[in-house]
């Protein structure tokens, strides 16, 4: 059984869209036997790595920060282990990887530049199964199965590094007893079919890296992620998926036992997401979003009692608002498109207090806000087009504009992206960035699809 037309390339609309499977990362030459799929998207066109041997990419010129990347629908902040040496990414729990470089679709935003959407596998519901992975820099083991037989499955995944408990077990005096230097992330989620028209999905991620000598140095970092899903059948044309989702991505820095620095964000967000089949020619996909995010632009604390020191950066709130419309629609047996509008709506919120400054960066002035108080606010809309014309039965052209919005930003000291940026919302100073994309595509299959050009 084929999920997809056999020239599912020549009739889609999509185009800059590629699906990675993940029996074919699994095949993929890898480093050190850790399969990654973000140094695979990093062979497809159009994607470059950020630097030499990071799990960091840039899309056809975007930053690295201009990426959005979601697992299960959950935003990853930092997609990174080992300061950027491998992905956060276990592929043995993943499911598929659809990659975004053009054409994005209207239920898509927040980024300029690409999506990768990640989604984790729904576990085996018939039979219980597992299977483990040894690396020479990590071990991994993963099990799944029903809970009620055709009704509730599992699958849980975890993995760990071990080069601390290496240094540990060689005759080094160099090497001091309290060294830490790893890292673990574990997957987990449930499948419910609760009847025929609904069903339940809950899944999470939590990962962290550990470098340092305890009590003396170190620093830490890690995501944790959840979404809880609601599947629901209206009818055979009407489908929703009503989903609650919290991201949080937190960095942290110690000195001693009485200084640390920490920086991160905090996202909990609501989606609501209706598919519509009016009839066979068309797909219509409508949908809301409603989110709150808490910056934490960073804090350097030292000392142990009421006179510490500190430097406290002040926090800064922001709500997001998007409402979307799509159509894919087939015109002909030679002519199709996909049209749709995304309205994005951005807005920092109080408490905070905004400062005015002069010329010589001087400040000014002052206004302070209360908590859920409108400091800034952005609307943007956002069209989104493509197009497929077939010239013949192995022949296509191609056609998408899109325009995308993005109101996160990062302050980051390198182009490949680290653990210590700092995520910021748009404000009154920093202004929304506004990416308009045109692609034009031509594509033909040879020896009855067996091989696809573009």
Do not use: C
């Amino acid at each position: 059984v084929s999920a997809e037309r056999r020239d599912q390339a020549l009739t889609s609309t999509r185009m800059s869209v590629a699906k990675l499977d993940i029996r074919d990362i699994a095949i993929m030459p890898v480093l050190f036997g850790e399969a990654d799929i973000l140094k695979t998207i990093q062979l497809l066109p159009g994607i470059s790595s950020a630097s030499e041997g990071s799990t960091g990419f840039n899309v056809r010129g975007g930053a690295n920060d201009e990426n959005l990347i979601l697992l299960d629908e959950a935003t990853i902040y930092s997609p990174s282990h080992l300061l950027g040496f491998i992905s956060i990414f276990n592929s043995d729990v993943l499911n598929d990887v659809t990659v975004y470089k053009g054409g994005i679709p209207a239920y898509y935003g927040g980024r300029t530049s690409s999506v990768i959407d990640v989604q984790m596998n729904n576990g085996n519901s018939k039979t219980f199964s597992g299977k483990a992975g040894i690396g020479l820099i990590s071990s991994r083991l993963t099990l799944e199965g029903p809970i009620i037989q055709d009704k509730i499955s599992f699958i849980l995944s975890g993995r760990r590094s071990y080069a601390d408990l290496i240094l540990k077990a060689l005759p080094l005096d160099l090497i001091p007893d309290n060294t830490q230097l790893y890292f673990y992330d574990f997957n987990a989620k449930i499948n419910y079919r609760i009847n025929d028209n609904n069903r339940l999905f809950l899944s999470g991620y939590f990962g962290d890296d550990v470098f340092g000598f305890k009590d003396v140095l170190g620093t830490s970092w890690g995501n944790k992620t959840g979404t809880l899903r609601w599947n629901h059948l209206f009818s055979d044309r009407l489908f929703s998926n009503l989903s609650l989702i919290h991201s949080n991505y937190q960095y942290g820095f110690r000195l001693g036992e009485d200084a640390y620095m920490t920086s991160g964000i905090v996202n909990i967000s609501a989606k609501e997401d209706l598919t519509f089949f009016p009839n066979p020619e068309n797909t219509m996909r409508m949908g809301m979003l409603a989110g709150y995010y808490r910056f934490n632009p960073g804090r350097l604390i030292t000392g142990a009692d009421s006179s510490d020191f500190r430097i406290v950066l002040e926090e800064k709130y922001a709500a997001e608002t998007a409402l979307y419309i799509s159509n894919e629609q087939r015109l002909s047996p030679l002519f199709a498109m996909e049209y749709g509008l995304r309205l994005s709506a951005f807005a920092q919120i109080g408490p905070g207090t905004v400062y005015q400054y002069d010329d010589d960066k001087n400040v000014t002035d002052s206004s302070t806000y209360n908590a859920g108080e409108i400091i800034k606010h952005y609307i943007n809309p956002e069209p989104r087009l493509s197009m497929n014309y077939r010239f013949s039965e192995n022949t296509s052209l191609k056609a998408s504009y899109n325009r995308m919005v993005q109101n996160l930003h990062i302050l980051s000291n390198s182009t490949s992206g680290q653990v210590t940026d700092v995520w910021l919302p748009s404000t009154d100073k920093i202004k929304p960035l506004i990416v308009n994309q045109v692609a034009l595509g031509y594509f033909r299959n040879y020896d009855d699809n067996k091989i696809e050009t573009s």
